[in-house]
């Protein structure tokens, strides 16, 4: 297997955790490198379900490093419960490790995160309330705490020292929060300490040479469109989901990575705040929703629903850095006579056809979509195992996405299950 980056191609959702799991089969090493306990990632499993927010997902195979690495933030009680959870169900956690460079979410993160989602009206993001915006701010501006910093006690001492006055100054005047005393977070840090001491990997330094000649799959989290930088800012989470994320992310550089694969639905789903040209709020919508079960694995909100964006996955291919696409759930359209195809926007202020995606998200709701449209193949997908079984109808469909994508699709997904799974090249 070559080092692969999974990432998400839309806005979240797309079914990263499937084809991660899947291809952690030949993976020594699964690395998650951005985002926190706001990522939902579902794997399913010899019939069961596992919904992992922060864990990696090659972690219901045995004998795979799953490294939680540096570039992600982590929610100590999110941690704990979902470890808990998948000791009781018998997976083997001894190979997983946490970077002690990884930054910790401490619960005024969670608090200022949820202040913003129920003071601000104009521009509210509609975050997943993990406090994953306000630890990231924290991380950049050097006043964040890390795991590492929990096992030493003089360091956690003098960071605090520094970090506690600043950080109470501004719940107190800018949020009316409640202040925090030494005591306080020196208790919380000697909680948090328990719950990564068996996990911390002190020497991921020889982690990482130990397994640079090995095969290594990096997960990412969220999608495309929610990256900091390429997303549909300001409607975005607060890391770097894009491919490049996985380098200053994990500690590898990028002469590490041979391939990146795009995972992307036959439709978009959105949740959260932020502009979304092919939402349907509409009974094809709600079909596919339905269909779909497109509520949050997070906080189980209905996920927005809508046909499929080209505009947003040439846009994706390109900043993404993508060498292939993973193409997921076409089998919700199993039903369908018809299917579309979002092929560019129109301004209806001035008639402007935007072929690439506009950076400007301000002007989202004055854009209308055009569209192509596809005959369905009215038939159930959900058993079928190699592309010639393919009804012509769904042939027509991937080969004209693999037309707009410029790119391959090597992976096409037809239900959760890891045996759903048609692959168009060996990994
Ligand atoms: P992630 O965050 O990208 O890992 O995706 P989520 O786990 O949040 O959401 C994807 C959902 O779709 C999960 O419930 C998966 O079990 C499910 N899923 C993944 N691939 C397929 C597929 O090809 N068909 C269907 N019907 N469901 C899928
Ligand atoms: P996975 O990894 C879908 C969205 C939130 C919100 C925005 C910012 O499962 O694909 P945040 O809490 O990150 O500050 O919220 O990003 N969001 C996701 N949407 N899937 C996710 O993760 C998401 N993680 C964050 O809904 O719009
Ligand atoms: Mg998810």
């Known amino acids: 297997m070559k080092n692969t980056v999974v990432?998400?191609?839309?806005?979240?959702?797309?079914?990263?955790?499937?084809?991660?799991?899947?291809?952690?089969?030949?993976?020594?090493?699964?690395?998650?490198?951005?985002?926190?306990?706001?990522?939902?990632?579902?794997?399913?499993?010899?019939?069961?379900?596992?919904?992992?927010?922060?864990?990696?997902?090659?972690?219901?195979?045995?004998?795979?490093?799953?490294?939680?690495?540096?570039?992600?933030?982590?929610?100590?009680?999110?941690?704990?419960?979902?470890?808990?959870?998948?000791?009781?169900?018998?997976?083997?956690l001894s190979k997983l490790k946490i970077s002690p460079l990884a930054t910790i979410t401490m619960p005024y993160h969670t608090e200022v995160d949820g202040w913003a989602e129920d003071t601000v009206k104009k521009g509210k993001?509609?975050?997943?309330?993990?406090?994953?915006?306000?630890?990231?701010?924290?991380?950049?501006?050097r006043c964040a705490l890390k795991v590492g910093d929990l096992f030493d006690e003089e360091t956690l001492l003098e960071k605090i020292d520094i970090i506690l006055p600043l950080k109470n100054k501004i719940l107190k005047q800018v949020y009316g929060l409640k202040e925090y005393s030494k005591d306080e977070i020196l208790e919380l840090c000697k909680k948090y300490k328990a719950i990564f001491?068996?996990?911390?990997?002190?020497?991921?330094?020889?982690?990482?040479?130990?397994?640079?000649?090995?095969?290594?799959?990096f997960e990412g989290a969220q999608g495309v469109m929610l990256d900091v930088d390429f997303g549909t800012y300001p409607f975005v989470t607060s890391s770097n989901p894009i491919s490049g994320g996985a380098c200053t992310g994990s500690g590898y550089g990028p002469a590490m990575i041979d391939e990146v694969i795009g995972v992307s639905k036959a439709?978009?789903?959105?949740?959260?705040?932020?502009?979304?040209?092919?939402?349907?709020?509409?009974?094809?919508?709600?079909?596919?929703?339905?269909?779909g079960h497109e509520f949050g694995t997070t906080t189980g909100r209905p996920r927005r629903c809508g046909w499929f964006d080209a505009v947003i996955a040439k846009y994706a291919v390109l900043v993404g850095g993508l060498t292939s696409m993973a193409l997921t759930k076409i089998d919700v359209f199993d039903d369908f006579d018809e299917i579309k195809i979002c092929t560019a926007y129109k301004d209806t202020k001035n008639g402007k056809i935007y072929n690439n995606y506009p950076t400007d998200v301000f002007i989202?709701?004055?854009?209308?979509?055009?569209?192509?449209?596809?005959?369905?193949?009215?038939?159930?997908?959900?058993?079928?195992?190699?592309?010639?079984d393919l009804p012509k109808e769904a042939k027509d469909y991937l080969k004209r996405l693999?037309?707009?994508?410029?790119?391959?699709?090597?992976?096409?997904?037809v239900g959760p299950d890891r045996e759903q799974t048609i692959l168009m090249k060996n990994f």
């Open 7 to 92: 990432i998400g191609a839309q806005w979240g959702d797309e079914g990263k955790a499937k084809i991660t799991d899947l291809l952690a089969e030949k993976a020594d090493m699964i690395i998650r490198y951005q985002g926190g306990c706001n990522a939902g990632h579902t794997v399913v499993h010899n019939g069961e379900t596992y919904k992992l927010h922060i864990v990696p997902s090659g972690i219901l195979y045995d004998n795979k490093i799953c490294f939680i690495a540096n570039g992600t933030v982590i929610l100590p009680e999110v941690f704990e419960q979902e470890t808990k959870e998948l000791k009781e169900r018998g997976v083997d």
């Open 125 to 141: 993001i509609g975050s997943t309330r993990k406090g994953i915006g306000p630890t990231y701010t924290d991380k950049i501006a």
């Open 197 to 217: 001491e068996p996990y911390i990997c002190e020497n991921w330094q020889d982690l990482l040479r130990e397994n640079k000649k090995k095969n290594i799959l």
């Open 267 to 291: 439709y978009v789903t959105r949740v959260g705040e932020g502009p979304f040209v092919t939402e349907l709020n509409d009974e094809i919508g709600d079909k596919i929703r339905e269909i």
């Open 364 to 388: 989202h709701d004055r854009l209308e979509p055009i569209y192509e449209t596809h005959k369905g193949w009215k038939q159930s997908l959900s058993d079928v195992k190699r592309y010639q």
């Open 402 to 413: 693999e037309e707009i994508f410029e790119i391959p699709i090597s992976i096409i997904s």
